[in-house]
């Protein structure tokens, strides 16, 4: 997909991020003159650690995984960005000029609307409409990224994996995954996640083969979940 303007495109826009339907004219004037509508194969390193923020990203179609990789090699995924979000690491880079702390990857093909960072400050000053829904974005994922670090810090990881496996299952009552995604998911490490489903395996919850977990009593898991262990 060639970059398109926005004027072009206002229909796509607008029903991705319906709040922009009541931009003020000027406003909208600034959106469709310096706008640009982009394709982004998946795989592809939207940020890094230490980079410059250029653009504000508004997602029309896919996802971005955010994700933060320790000195140690320990990884963990912050949050994902889907059709009619922003990105709130990008938000506050923008509005601090800092570099970026955590790295942003394409998890599928990516269809959206770039603003280069002069057009996301003049809208910011200048429409009310625009703010409420950057300023509504960033709220919202905040109050994720605060719940997360409570997770993290306080939670027990043999619940959370519990959890992470009934919510994510396909169709077929399991998932295609390893053992270090899962941990990269839960924000521990490897060893932990293999020693906790092999816990799982013993007790008759799962059924571990390479690169698939399947899921053989959800309802076992949700119990362990609600019960707060063993």
């Known amino acids: 997909m060639l970059p398109q303007h926005i004027e072009k495109i206002d229909g796509i826009w607008a029903g991705a991020f319906p709040a922009l339907a009541a931009l003020e004219p000027d406003a909208r004037a600034v959106l469709r003159a310096q706008g640009t509508r982009m394709a982004v194969p998946r795989g592809t390193v939207l940020f890094r650690i230490g ?15 955010v994700q933060m990789t320790a000195e140690t090699g320990r990884e963990i995924v912050l ?13 506050a880079c923008l509005m601090t000029r800092a570099d970026y702390s955590a790295e942003g990857v394409a998890e ?12 996301f400050h003049e809208l910011l000053a200048r429409s009310a409409v625009f703010r409420d829904v950057v300023f509504a974005s960033f709220g919202t994922r905040l109050l994720g990224m605060m719940m997360l670090v409570e997770e993290v810090a306080f ?23 390893t053992h270090q995604t899962l941990a990269v998911e839960l924000g521990t490490a490897r060893e932990v996640v293999s020693r906790q ?33 063993v």
Not at 79 to 91: H, K, N
Not at 108 to 113: F, V, Y
Request: net charge neutral; glycine share 14%.
């Open 79 to 91: 949050y994902r960005v889907g059709a009619g979000e922003t990105c709130i690491l990008t938000t």
């Open 108 to 119: 599928t093909d990516l269809d959206a609307i770039a603003l280069g960072a002069g057009a």
């Open 51 to 65: 980079g410059l923020c250029h653009n504000f990203l508004m997602l029309l179609d896919g996802t971005v995984r």
């Open 155 to 177: 939670g027990r990881i043999d619940l959370r994996l519990a959890r992470f496996l009934v919510d994510h299952r396909d169709a077929r009552g399991g998932l295609d995954t």
């Open 197 to 229: 489903l092999k816990e799982f395996e013993r007790r008759g919850f799962v059924e571990l083969s390479r690169g698939r977990v399947g899921v053989r009593d959800p309802d076992a898991l949700l119990a362990l979940e609600r019960a707060g262990g």
